[in-house]
C-alpha cells in the first residue's frame, strides 16, 4: 500500500433497504493510525456504514477502499464484478470489528476465545497463538482471567477479551460500533483505557460512540453523521468547538 493511500476510503457510499434510502452519499477517509470519531443520532445510518465497510451489507453506489483495495467488487477493463467468497474473506480478515454485544463464545475460555480464530481460520501453531494470546489479555488488562469463562466476567471484562480476539486476527483496521453502549457505567472506562491504549499504539480505527470525551481526547477527526449524510467533518475542536450545524449544536447539547 502506497504511503499516502487512506486505510479507509469511502466515496459518495449509498444504501438502501427496499426504498428506504439510509447512506445517502458518505465519504470520508480515513489514515493510517489515524482515530475517526463516527457521531451522530440514533438512526443516522452510523451501524449501517459500519456493516458496508466489510462488505456485510452490500452497498448500492460508490466505493469502499480498504488499504487501497477496492471492498465487494472488482474493477477490470472497466467493469465492474462481485467478489467471491475467497476475495471477500480475504479481505474481512484485514478489518477487525467490536459491537455492543460481545458474543464471546460462552463455552470457551478468555484465553481460548483469543486463540480460536488464529487456530481455526488462520491455521496457525497453537503454541504460539496462546504466548500471543496472553500477551494480548495482558494488554487488555486481563492476564489473570485467562481461565475464566464469559460468565464468570463483567461486561466489561468481556468487551475487553472481545478487543483482545479482534487483535489475535492481526487486522489493519478496527471498527467499533458503540462498545460501550451496553456496559454498566463504572465498566466503561477500563473499555475505553484499551481503546485509547490502542490508538496510542498506532492502530487505525473508526469508532461509533456517545463517548464525547473519548471523541474529543483520542479521535483525530469527528464525523458527524445525521439521516444518511455526513452533516459535517473536522477535527475535535472543530466540531465541539465551533460546530457549523444546528443539528450538530442540538445533538451534541443533548449529549453533555
Ligand atoms: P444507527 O447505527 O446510526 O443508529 P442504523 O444504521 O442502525 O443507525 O440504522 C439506520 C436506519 O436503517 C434505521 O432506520 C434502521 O431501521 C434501518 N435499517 C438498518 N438495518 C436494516 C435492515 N437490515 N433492513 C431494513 N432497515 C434497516
Ligand atoms: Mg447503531
Redesign the pocket.
Known amino acids: 500500500m502506497p504511503q499516502t493511500e487512506p486505510m479507509l476510503r469511502a466515496l459518495n457510499v449509498h444504501k438502501s433497504?427496499?426504498e428506504?434510502e439510509?447512506l445517502k452519499g458518505i465519504t470520508l477517509e480515513v489514515n493510517k493510525g489515524e482515530v475517526l470519531c463516527l457521531l451522530?443520532?440514533?438512526?443516522?445510518?452510523?451501524?449501517?456504514?459500519l456493516r458496508c465497510i466489510n462488505h456485510l451489507e452490500r452497498i448500492n453506489a460508490g466505493r469502499i477502499y480498504v488499504g487501497g483495495e477496492l471492498v465487494g467488487i472488482n474493477e477490470r477493463n472497466g467493469r465492474l464484478y462481485e467478489q467471491n467468497e475467497n476475495e471477500l474473506c480475504r479481505m474481512r480478515m484485514k478489518i477487525g470489528m467490536v459491537f455492543q454485544s460481545f458474543n464471546l463464545f460462552p463455552h470457551m475460555t478468555a484465553l481460548e476465545n483469543v486463540m480460536e480464530g488464529p487456530v481455526t481460520v488462520l491455521k496457525k501453531d497453537p503454541e504460539e497463538v496462546r504466548a500471543r494470546a496472553y500477551e494480548l489479555l495482558e494488554k487488555v488488562g486481563l492476564r489473570d482471567w485467562a481461565d475464566r469463562f464469559p460468565k464468570q466476567l463483567s461486561g466489561g471484562q468481556q468487551q475487553r477479551v472481545a478487543i483482545a480476539r479482534s487483535l489475535a486476527m492481526e487486522p489493519e483496521l478496527m471498527l467499533f460500533d458503540e462498545p460501550t453502549s451496553a456496559l454498566d457505567p463504572e465498566l466503561v472506562g477500563d473499555v475505553l483505557k484499551v481503546m485509547r491504549d490502542l490508538a496510542e499504539s498506532g492502530m487505525t480505527m473508526v469508532v461509533?460512540t456517545h463517548e464525547m470525551e473519548f471523541a474529543k481526547n483520542v479521535a483525530h477527526k469527528v464525523v458527524f453523521?445525521d439521516e444518511g449524510n455526513v452533516l459535517e467533518q473536522g477535527t475535535p475542536i472543530d466540531i465541539f468547538e465551533s460546530p457549523r450545524h444546528e443539528r450538530t449544536k442540538a445533538f451534541l447539547g443533548s449529549i453533555d
Open positions: 433497504f427496499g428506504h439510509i451522530g443520532p440514533s438512526g443516522s445510518g452510523k451501524s449501517t456504514f461509533v453523521m
